[in-house]
């Protein structure tokens, strides 16, 4: 294969793989949905073989159960690896609230703002999809204002388990998912570090309560199958 010809069909899984990733962080997919590919390769207008391997990838990084190809899903998590996840994401995302409060310029806080502005009207509409979108943007901004490439990195890994059981409780979390968005852009105005932290935390922990519970309830409801 010419070398130009093997960059683009690499440049072509990346686009994939990366608007796969997107896809799942967030809330397109709900845990347990299934993945087709060739339904995806003719809405990506590609042919099957960088969606085999964006999917074989996606895999690797615990974001989809391949049981066979005919049966390909979005990984569900168990209320001990969700917790896992939580208590790593307390810290990181409470770290870039943090160095984003030393730095947040008034632009900053205005792009927040139009997110939160969003998203209640999200809440309204009750578009769960949109809601979910913005609810990412919300929590990936903090480490672009922070100026941490490599926190955003390890975060985008998390947020692909993360995402579909956002998207999943989103419209039953109510206000819970949004209410505590709010301590932080108000921190980052005061240029808070310790309460811009600790409100992000609030969010993971108390906002997130919602995702939890169903994560529990959908245990319990398979114990009682078995």
């Known amino acids: 294969m010419p070398e130009f010809a093997t960059l683009e069909y690499e440049n072509l899984n990346s686009v994939v793989y990366a608007a796969l990733c997107d896809a799942l962080m967030q809330g397109r997919f709900q ?3 299934r993945l087709k590919i060739r339904d995806l390769a003719e809405q990506f207008g590609t042919s099957v073989t960088p969606i085999r391997d964006a999917i ?29 996840i939580r208590a790593i994401r307390v810290r990181l995302e409470g770290l870039a609230a943090e160095t984003a409060a030393q730095v947040a310029t008034s632009a900053d806080i205005l792009a927040l703002e139009q997110i939160l502005r969003e998203n209640e009207q999200a809440i309204a509409d009750g578009d769960r999809l949109k809601g979910t979108q913005l609810n990412q943007a919300f929590h990936f ?86």
């Open 31 to 33: 845990p347990g949905d």
């Open 141 to 226: 901004m903090l480490p672009q204002i922070a100026g941490l490439p490599v926190l955003t990195t390890i975060l985008r890994r998390l947020w692909l388990q993360m995402g579909p059981h956002i998207s999943d409780a989103y419209l039953a979390g109510g206000r819970a998912m949004i209410d505590h968005h709010y301590p932080v852009v108000e921190a980052l105005k005061r240029h808070d570090s310790p309460a811009a932290s600790m409100a992000i935390v609030d969010d993971i922990l108390l906002g997130g309560k919602p995702i939890l519970d169903r994560i529990a309830h959908g245990e319990e409801r398979e114990a009682r199958r078995a």
């Open 56 to 84: 074989l990838r996606l895999a690797n990084d615990e974001a989809i159960t391949f049981r066979s190809p005919r049966d390909i899903r979005i990984a569900g998590l168990s209320e001990a690896r969700y917790r896992e």
